[in-house]
């Protein structure tokens, strides 16, 4: 059964850092590009981050109100993609998705549960 | 960057009815869409790709079309389960970009 699972959310005051994790299981992990998309309370989808697999060179992409601040990296050999965010801001808050782009057409054909990342004093 | 306009925000309809949701992008997106459903406190369901490169195994209650900048997503025969939230999302260009859903209440 192919999965994706996030895990490392949680609360963090404004300005601090804090790295999420997504985990693949029952599929060949590197051979996908993988994105992050978030999701405000009481709000829409918006796409913030993507890697693309090693074969087409692993680049990434960022949505304006990220770049800069988060960064996002891979290691296939343990199958987890990594979302680090650094400066965090209250306008940060919402769930966090780890998604994958099955067939190299940017968009995402699994998503894992999400977790939860909270920036508050 | 493209700006994705979903219509109507909210629809309710009874099971057996047929929806259309509607999808405009700001610019000519060639096709290259996407829909997804959400339903309360879950994680997004990929429902279909209408681009050029592959077609999603789906179910064929849920046909999409469009091309240019207007799209659509038409359920036929509305079950129970359909209810939720749909979204469409271009992958034309980045940054990537999400319509800002459509909420289906089932009678």
């Known amino acids: 059964d192919e999965q994706l699972a996030e895990s490392g959310g949680g609360v963090v005051q404004p300005g601090r850092s804090l790295r999420l994790s997504c985990t693949g299981s029952?599929?060949?992990?590197?051979?996908?590009?993988l994105g992050w998309v978030r999701q405000a309370p009481g709000r829409g989808l918006e796409w913030i981050s993507f890697?693309?697999?090693?074969?087409?060179?692993?680049?990434?992409q960022y949505a304006a109100p990220v770049r800069g601040r988060f960064s996002i990296s891979r290691d296939d050999s343990r199958n987890v993609a990594y979302l680090q965010m650094n400066s965090l801001r209250a306008d940060d808050t919402a769930v966090y998705y780890c998604a994958r782009d099955g067939h190299r057409t940017w968009n995402f054909d699994l998503w894992g549960r999400g977790t939860l990342v909270t920036v508050s004093s | 960057d493209i700006q994705m306009t979903q219509s109507p925000s909210f629809v309710s309809a009874s099971v057996g009815d047929t929806v259309t949701i509607t999808c405009q992008a700001s610019?000519?997106?060639?096709?290259?869409l996407s829909w997804y459903h959400q339903k309360p406190g879950k994680a997004p369901n990929f429902v279909m790709y209408i681009g050029p490169t592959f077609r999603s195994g789906v179910a064929s209650r849920f046909w999409g079309s469009g091309s240019g900048t207007d799209y659509t997503l038409t359920i036929s025969d509305l079950q129970p389960e359909d209810f939720g939230v749909y979204y469409c999302?271009?992958?034309?260009?980045?940054?990537?970009?999400f319509g800002g859903g459509t909420r289906l209440e089932i009678k």
């Open positions: 890697i693309r697999s090693r074969t087409y060179g692993g680049t990434t």
């Open positions: 610019q000519d997106i060639d096709k290259s």
């Open positions: 029952g599929f060949t992990f590197g051979q996908y590009a």
């Open positions: 999302q271009q992958s034309e260009s980045f940054p990537l970009t």
